[in-house]
């Protein structure tokens, strides 16, 4: 392992990159992480504003001592690209994770700054196959690296007495938001009034949802959301055909997922899916029938373990990394 790069992880997303060097830091690789962010927001007073300026000075000589520390940058979200265009120079990667190269790639105004990184950056990665398109126009050559999941952070998988669905993606048009509320109203009526219907109250179509019986519970902190993912009988997961972070937890909870896909995203993926609102609705009924057998059935821990291994992904950026030197 001596001869690893000493790689620094720069913020993070979906907590992929803390993911990653938990497991590197395991196999003794030379790894770490840097998220802290620098101070913002208005100082009201000379006091505060002599605060902040002190706090900031810190935090860029943290930033500092741990980029000279390093061999390589590895940058989590072409939002955060502004990191590596100031000294200490050190070469990076980076890495896309969605809306960055989504949708804030197609902005004018923040176009220059992704496509610096892109053109800069001695490896692009991008996190879930729907990404390839945009990814490839910012940098022909980038490299789909999928999102580790942690299994051993999950909790054990406790449905709630009363039969619960649990729509898993925040309620906005990049999760396929419209399709999620027509989702809805075919499944209150497939699933009848005794069965609960839950949502995060995050997005601009969450009012919608509220107002078509989603009962909406708050943002939390991530061992809170995967505790409120577990008691869920059956998930759905987004409309926007990828398996985010939050379907693939649900799968390792055991949850039943059920969702459509986008076609050749996945091989034989464990989850439910249908090409329209009501199959997908009637899929979840069906799993609502028998929660346990149904997860059973679709092995998705298994499949997990050889698509999105932490330790197997390690083992890959390793490669990525050592090519790159």
């Not at 300026?53 to 741990?66: E, Y």
């Not at 939390?220 to 998930?235: F, G, N």
């Not at 896909?261 to 979840?284: F, I, M, T």
């Not at 609502?288 to 197997?312: I, K, N």
Request: charged share 20%.
């Amino acid at each position: 392992m001596a001869a690893d790069p000493r790689v620094l992880h720069i913020y993070d997303a979906a907590d992929v990159g803390a993911t990653l060097v938990k497991y590197s830091r395991r196999e003794g690789r030379p790894w770490r992480h840097f998220t802290a962010l620098p101070p913002e927001g208005a100082a009201p007073s000379a006091a505060a504003r002599a605060g902040k300026l002190a706090a900031g000075a810190l935090w860029q000589a943290r930033r500092t001592a741990a980029i000279l520390r390093s061999d390589l940058l590895h940058v989590h979200s072409g939002s955060r690209i502004g990191v590596v265009r100031s000294r200490p120079i050190k070469p990076f990667l980076l890495h896309f994770h969605g809306t960055d190269i989504r949708t804030q790639y197609y902005d004018p105004a923040r176009r220059p700054a992704l496509q610096w990184g892109a053109d800069h950056a001695v490896t692009v990665l991008y996190s879930t196959p729907d990404l390839r398109e945009h990814a490839e126009s910012a940098r022909s050559d980038a490299v789909y690296l999928p999102n580790p999941v942690d299994l051993e952070e999950l909790p054990q998988w406790r449905p709630a007495g009363r039969p619960r669905i649990v729509f898993a993606s925040r309620w906005h048009s990049s999760k396929g938001g419209q399709q999620q509320l027509e989702l809805v109203r075919v499944l209150r009526a497939a699933v009848g009034p005794d069965v609960e219907l839950q949502g995060l109250d995050w997005g601009d179509g969450a009012p919608q949802a509220a107002e078509l019986g989603v009962n909406l519970v708050p943002k939390m902190a991530k061992p809170e959301y995967l505790r409120w993912l577990a008691s869920a009988h059956v998930a759905i997961g987004q409309s926007a055909g990828i398996l985010a972070m939050s379907e693939l937890q649900a799968m390792g909870i055991g949850v039943p997922v059920v969702m459509p896909l986008g076609e050749g995203y996945y091989q034989s993926p464990p989850v439910l899916q249908g090409d329209s609102a009501e199959a997908l609705a009637a899929a979840a009924a069906a799993a609502l029938a028998d929660p346990s057998g149904t997860s059973a059935a679709l092995a998705a821990r298994s499949w997990l373990q050889e698509h999105h291994d932490p330790v197997r992904l390690v083992h890959r950026l390793a490669g990525i990394y050592a090519a790159a030197g």
